[in-house]
């Protein structure tokens, strides 16, 4: 769902600080903001404009101008005459959505695998046709690409998208009727194409993929499952082809594995199995 703005709009909203710069203080402002993003509920995900005019009491220009602030900035997103919530704010919540204990857990164990390999370690989450990056260390290398949390790539490229396409059922719907972006002459652009690679994914019980998002890059994952043994994200590792192929693949794949169960027993997954 791609945000929309007129070039009328990117002229007169610079973003959520032009209301202040009207008159409004930036408390105000920002309980404005709040006031419409009120509008937006679990029953009623995807109100029009002047839904969100009437629900809020706002006079209609206000309203109105901070709305297409807040499509420019991330926080909504716009599909025909209805908006919702915005990706942007989505991934900005993301950490608090999935528990911080989770981010604690696991952020040891990914700080241990950058350690052990020398490379960015990463975990993700699912949201739809997309993952995020919700927790990362970091390479020392000083040639590197940058893995920050909040990044979000989709779920077809790279080693982690496969973990959620072969142990999330709901992946593989979510991807169903999407255009498979090509990003490389790597990227899988079939589901057919993709069912091969996950299934190669379930029976090594890891992913790698090279240069399926950006030509330089590749990445290896695995699965991390929670308490109840449901897919909890997927652990891996990213870096650049120049340094890693995919004759280390072999290598350095049970080792992201190994990290994985580490972080799976963290979040209760292993003892649960055991008793």
């Known amino acids: 769902m791609a945000r929309q703005q007129t070039a009328d709009t990117r002229g007169k909203d610079k973003g959520l600080a032009t209301e202040s710069n009207a008159g409004s203080s930036p408390i105000l402002v920002l309980h404005k903001v709040t006031q ?5 509920s679990i029953e009623s995900p995807e109100p029009t404009l002047q839904e969100i005019i009437r629900k809020t009491g706002l006079p209609s220009s206000t309203c109105q101008r901070l709305v297409q602030s807040m499509l420019h900035e991330g926080f909504l997103d716009r599909d025909g005459d209805r908006y919702r919530i915005g990706i942007g704010l989505v991934r900005w919540a993301t950490p608090g959505t999935l528990g911080l204990d989770v981010v604690r857990l696991v952020k040891p164990i990914l700080q241990k695998l950058r350690d052990e390999t020398g490379e960015s ?12 990056i919700v927790a990362v260390a970091e390479t020392r290398h000083v040639v590197m690409r940058p893995f920050m949390v909040g990044q979000v790539m989709p779920i077809h490229a790279g080693a982690a998208g496969k973990i959620f396409l072969a142990y999330d059922p709901d992946a593989r719907n979510a991807i169903a009727g999407s255009v498979l972006a090509k990003f490389t002459p790597a990227t899988p652009d079939s589901l057919e194409k993709l069912d091969l690679q996950v299934a190669q994914t379930r029976k090594l019980g890891f992913a790698a993929a090279f240069g399926e998002r950006h030509s330089d890059v590749g990445s290896i994952s695995a699965p991390v499952f929670d308490h109840a043994g449901q897919l909890a994200g997927a652990l891996g590792l990213g870096f650049p082809t120049q340094r890693i192929g995919p004759a280390d693949a072999e290598r350095l794949g049970p080792v992201v594995a190994q990290a994985a169960r580490a972080a799976s027993e963290s979040l209760g997954f292993i003892t649960r199995q055991a008793q």
């Open 36 to 40: 419409i993003l009120d509008c937006f």
């Open 121 to 132: 370690a990463s975990f993700y989450i699912r949201d739809g046709v997309y993952r995020t």
